[in-house]
């Protein structure tokens, strides 16, 4: 990272990221888009404010 050997790989993921609409959260403001952390699990966003939301993902997974 310091030396920004991965740089360029890091941009594109990071761009992908920010233009699927199923990572999309809901803003404070009561808009939507990427932000980061996110955490997903089956293509999707993943509400880390339920807090069972671990036991979900593992479960979905199973």
């Given amino acids: 990272m310091r ?8 941009q594109q993921n990071l761009t992908t990221a ?7 959260q809901q803003n404070q403001d009561g808009s939507k888009g990427f932000g980061t ?4 699990a089956g293509g999707k966003a993943v509400s880390v404010a339920d807090p069972n939301w671990l036991d ?7």
């Fill in 37 to 40: 952390p996110t955490i997903a």
């Fill in 18 to 24: 920010e233009q699927d609409q199923n990572l999309w």
């Fill in 3 to 10: 030396n920004n050997t991965y740089g360029k790989q890091i």
């Fill in 56 to 62: 979900k993902v593992l479960a979905a997974a199973s």
